[in-house]
């Protein structure tokens, strides 16, 4: 038996020769094995980026559409029940506003689709919730995102939609520090990608959307009109909106579009928005938790002009009646098409103390208040809205004040969140 000196240093050069070849065989699986184990790594690798891809796309783009079933949902879902009636795809109709759009066009008797992504933005319960009230009503919204191209034009191509009611979009002007990605990808991205398929239509629908009252941004002149100046928004979103204003204006210009932009003022009502102070103010109230109320430069209360749900339903339903076709097809203008900008306001701003104080009496707690001076994160001291421009063209009016508006939301707060079957009141 060789020694291991042997082994390693053969005694005769013919010993030396079967050992050469020996080293070099297993040279060559020593390699062999480096090569499959890079292919290993390799392998490996790509399927890391391929899952990470996928966690990527599926954020964004939920495989939950297409197929047999899905189309006959939607097709079902857009029929049109009354004569001259419409057929809208709702974007956003799991949100606040766009749920309470959708039930309205639905009531009347138009074909409603609607489209969310669910995003995380705030308690994606509420907008299940929202779906299931939408769903009773036989309103079918897809799980999807308005970057989704693919999805968008397979929708076009099962229904002539007549109308567009463009709500979906990263609202908050806060969360802008946190995650500003978020804004254009919905706000920008989302917004363009939405009117190509809409330009590429055949028939073009009508695009309704939802600005903001925060293009606005730090204009002083009040009330606010359409006219006044927008080019000083004072936060991201409120970039994102004006932004969104400007390519419209593009896709009205070029691809003869029908556009009305709608400038929302600081919407509230049953199934709001999580994220709103009147929303989370009640939350605390009720929860024994102390406020966090912001003031600007000495002392001065912060105002907004609220508008109720069902005042801004109205003008928005208004503005889908009056829109006017676009007039394109193929991509291709065939002459001008409406562009229009709209307000839909309240015109009666209130401080953010006295809606406090209404929130206190219709929950009966007081609030711990702390008055902070407003940091410098995007928000503005007051809001107010001209509405005489949606008054003239649709008979815009709005009617509902703060105290009956907020009476409404908290028994509808009350009602959902259980404190009417027991739940106490901290
Ligand atoms: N509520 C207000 O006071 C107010 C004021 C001014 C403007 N607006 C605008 O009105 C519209 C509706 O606001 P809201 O209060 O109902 O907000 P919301 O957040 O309740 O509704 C928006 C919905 O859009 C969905 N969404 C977001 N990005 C999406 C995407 N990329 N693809 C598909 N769905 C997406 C969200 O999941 C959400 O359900 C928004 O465009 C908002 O910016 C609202």
Known sequence: MPSLEEELFPSTPGKFKDRNRHFHRCFASTSTMFLWALFLIAITASYLCFQSFMDTGNRYFSATWGGHHWEKQVRTSAQIHRSNGMSVLVTGAAGFVGSHVSLALKKRGDGVVGLDNFNNYYDPSLKKARKNLLNNHNIFIIEGDINDMRMLTKLFEIVRFTHVMHLAAQAGVRYALENPGSYVHSNIAGLVTLLEACKNANPQPAV?????????GLNEKVPFSESDRTDQPASLYAATKKAGEEITHTYNHIYGLSITGLRFFTVYGPWGRPDMAYFSFTRNILQGKPITVYRGKNRVDLARDFTYIDDVVKGC??????????????????????????????????????MVGILEKHLKVKAKKNFVEMPGNGDVPFTHANISSARKEFGYKPTTDLQTGLKKFVKWYLSYYGYNQGKSVK
């Open 208 to 216: 309704v959307w939802a600005s903001s009252s925060s293009v606005y």
């Open 317 to 354: 339903i208004g503005s889908l009646d009056t829109s006017g076709k676009s007039t394109g097809s193929g991509g291709k203008k065939r002459g001008p098409a409406p562009y229009r900008i709209f307000n839909l306001g309240n015109t009666s701003p209130v401080t953010v103390p006295m």
